[in-house]
């Protein structure tokens, strides 16, 4: 998938969008962290949600991905700040951790990284396979092309071919 370079929005694009358009431009439904916690603990430890989760940490996700969506979804509901979310960050983790040791999940993975050096190198690999995949797909031509105008620096002088003097 080609990402074009001139897609981003012009800087000031947001200001002149209608305010309150987003849950997040609205003010938060829980200003207060006490109050944003409480309310996301009570809906972390209702029956459906302790399922999900229990379910989640037994397919192998870390819980530390989990607290993350967690906390990123009640900001972008609106529920609360981001900065109030960075402060629950260590109360939401060691709540899906609670919920995976009395859960009886046998191998629970805490943190999000890679385990041992086979993880990294079967990463590296996937991306050098994709690497090489989209090279293939590519004409010659274009490759060739692209090359040449990459070794020449921005504030490198231009070459000036012999047919354009005359």
Same mark, same amino acid.
Do not use: H
């Given at each position: 998938?080609?990402?074009?370079? /001139?897609?981003? =929005? %012009?800087?000031?694009?947001?200001?002149?969008?209608?305010?309150?358009?987003? #849950?997040?431009?609205?003010?938060?439904?829980?200003?207060?962290?006490? *109050?944003?916690? *409480?309310?996301?603990?009570?809906?972390? /430890?209702?029956?459906?949600?302790?399922?999900?989760?229990?379910?989640?940490?037994?397919?192998? &996700? *870390?819980?530390?991905?989990?607290?993350?969506?967690?906390? /990123? #979804?009640?900001?972008?509901?609106?529920?609360?700040?981001?900065? &109030?979310?960075?402060?629950?960050?260590?109360?939401?983790?060691?709540?899906?951790?609670?919920?995976?040791?009395?859960?009886?999940?046998?191998?629970?993975?805490?943190?999000?990284? =890679?385990?041992?050096?086979?993880?990294? *190198?079967?990463?590296?690999?996937?991306? $050098?396979?994709? /690497?090489? $995949?989209? %090279?293939?797909?590519?004409?010659?031509?274009? %490759?060739?092309?692209?090359?040449?105008?990459?070794?020449?620096?921005?504030?490198?002088?231009?070459?000036?071919?012999?047919?354009?003097?005359?």
């Amino acid at each position: 998938m080609a990402i074009e370079e /001139f897609s981003a =929005p %012009i800087p000031g694009e947001s200001l002149t969008e209608e305010p309150g358009k987003w #849950s997040w431009d609205k003010p938060p439904r829980f200003p207060k962290f006490e *109050d944003a916690l *409480d309310t996301t603990m009570e809906r972390m /430890f209702s029956p459906k949600s302790v399922s999900k989760v229990l379910t989640m940490l037994d397919a192998g &996700v *870390d819980a530390e991905s989990i607290s993350r969506v967690v906390l /990123f #979804s009640g900001f972008m509901e609106g529920q609360y700040t981001p900065d &109030v979310a960075v402060l629950m960050g260590q109360n939401v983790y060691e709540a899906v951790v609670t919920i995976g040791t009395i859960g009886g999940i046998k191998n629970l993975k805490l943190e999000n990284k =890679p385990s041992n050096k086979d993880d990294i *190198d079967f990463a590296q690999e996937m991306a $050098n396979l994709k /690497f090489t $995949n989209d %090279i293939k797909e590519r004409p010659i031509k274009e %490759i060739a092309t692209k090359s040449k105008e990459q070794t020449m620096g921005l504030m490198a002088k231009p070459e000036v071919k012999e047919e354009e003097i005359v």
